[in-house]
Nanobody, 115 residues
């Protein structure tokens, strides 16, 4: 059974930074691709960043150069470092992975950016 737990969200001023964490329970964390999604009020959930088992990363255009996804296989945790936050980054952020055809989601963590 795979469970994901996000943490690190909160309130930030525009231009500040936050770091989100995604802890995975279960074995073989190093074999999972981890993704961060976000969903703003009234909008569809969108992919923010992903990191595969080799450490290769990808980002949405809207966060390139500001957000960094990383992973610590020993800690079974993935991170999303968010810098130079903007009001439009306000959303619930979800951690996601998939395994054997099943998708797994965390409960989400709220990020609110004020100007």
């Amino acid at each position: 059974q795979v469970q994901l737990v996000e943490s690190g969200g909160g309130l930030a001023q525009a231009g500040e930074s936050l770091r989100l964490s995604c802890a995975l329970s279960g074995s073989f964390f190093n074999m999972y691709t981890i993704r961060w999604y976000r969903q703003a009020p009234g909008k569809q959930r969108e992919l923010v960043a992903g990191i595969n088992t080799s450490g290769r990363t990808n980002y949405a255009d809207s966060v390139k150069g500001r957000f960094t996804i990383s992973r610590d296989n020993a800690e079974k945790t993935a991170y999303l470092q968010m810098r130079n936050l903007k009001r439009e980054d306000t959303a619930i952020y979800y951690c996601n992975t998939d395994w054997a055809g099943n998708g797994y989601w965390g409960q989400g963590t709220q990020v609110t950016v004020s100007s």
